[in-house]
């Protein structure tokens, strides 16, 4: 008697395998059911929530006040609302985008001048925190005020500490 090889032991298990396996797909009559096509929601698109670069710089811009100690009260007082307007514009791009030393400059109206140099970055409890100081000119009178302004997480500048 001979035995049999690999190839014929797996025709021996093979062969009713298949067997069983094509009879499972052989349909028993007619009994198609008919099926809506199935078809994705539209997805939908949500605004961000994290606001843009550009749109936080331009919010802390609005919020940035030269009210808020970044000059002198006496000057203050004098400045008209074309004055604090550019004091306003310099102070914010000064801290924002200023290079340390390099003081920017602003002119109002009727004469008024300023300009506020900052120092470089320094980070205090996780914040960007920059020393300023902010020159006004009204009159013949010159007006100081020295401070540190820390960024907040919104972007907006505020003093933490001052000294005339």
């Known amino acids: 008697m001979q035995r049999p090889n690999n190839m014929n032991r797996f025709a021996i298990i093979a062969a009713p395998l298949l067997a069983l396996t094509l009879a499972g797909c052989v349909s028993t009559g007619p009994s198609r059911v008919a099926q809506a096509p199935i078809t994705a929601p539209e997805p939908v698109y949500a605004a961000p929530l994290v ?3 550009a749109q936080t710089t331009q919010q802390a811009l609005a919020t940035t006040s030269v009210s808020n100690g970044f ?6 007082a004098m400045m008209s609302a074309t004055d604090t307007a ?6 914010f791009y000064a801290l924002q985008f200023g290079r340390p030393g390099a003081p920017r400059a602003w002119k109002g109206d009727k004469g008024t001048t300023g300009s506020v140099a900052v120092g470089p970055y320094v980070r205090v409890n996780n ?4 020393d300023f100081t902010h ?3 009204i009159g013949g009178q010159e007006f100081v005020k020295k401070g540190t302004a ?3 997480q919104n972007g907006n500048w505020t003093v933490e500490k001052a000294s005339a």
């Open 135 to 137: 020159t006004v000119k």
């Open 86 to 91: 550019a004091a306003n514009t310099a102070q």
């Open 71 to 76: 000059v002198d009260a006496g000057a203050l």
């Open 127 to 130: 914040l960007d925190c920059r």
């Open 51 to 53: 606001a843009s670069p």
């Open 150 to 152: 820390c960024r907040e």
